[in-house]
């Protein structure tokens, strides 16, 4: 019985590690090619940049953010999105991608909390697709210049769920209007891009 256990125990531990991995590129994260590494993984501020810190071989080793993609920590998806270069979470995946601020969903997966605070980023972001540019989910009637006023203007289909989030300050609101966009779109009543 004790070997048994014993067996579950490492087999538990190397499942756990083997979720987590480091892309460098999106082709890494569909392959599933990308750097696998062993226990937490964190992006943190280091010299005016934000790096992303993991444990490789038993030695902690970071890189900058401007160099990854995305990681896969706990079975989560993050992504590196492009303005900041701070990572962000994928909530969900359908007409729509639909992204949180990473720095909040990982000090929940570290602290094992059901919310957490954050000093760098934005509330929520979006993505047409896993691999397309990601954007604050911030669409003010002024904006005309923005990365966010920019993707509103290619993605015209997008309409009715950005004027929802309109400036996207409130966290609840902008998750309600993804998930009123998705729901449409399931029921034929709203087009995908």
Known sequence: ????????????????????????????????????????????????????????????????????????YNNILFRIEPEGDMPVRLMSHGAVCYWENGFAHLHMQHDTTEASGFEYGRVA?????????????SFKDDDTGSSSAKFRDAFPAYGSMLNCIGEGAELDSVRQCVVEYEVAVEEGKAAKP
Not at 44 to 51: E, L, Q
Not at 125 to 137: E, F, G, M, N, T
């Open 1 to 72: 019985m004790r070997i048994i256990l014993a067996a579950l125990i490492c087999c538990a531990s190397w499942a756990a590690d083997a979720q987590n991995a480091i892309f460098r590129t999106y082709q890494e994260y569909a392959d599933s090619a990308g750097l696998p590494v062993q226990g937490v993984i964190d992006v943190v501020p280091r010299m005016g940049r934000f790096v992303v810190t993991y444990t490789k071989d038993g030695s902690k080793e970071s890189i900058s953010c401007k160099k990854v993609w995305g990681f896969r």
């Open 125 to 137: 972001y979006l993505s047409k697709d896993l691999q397309s540019d990601i954007v604050p989910a």
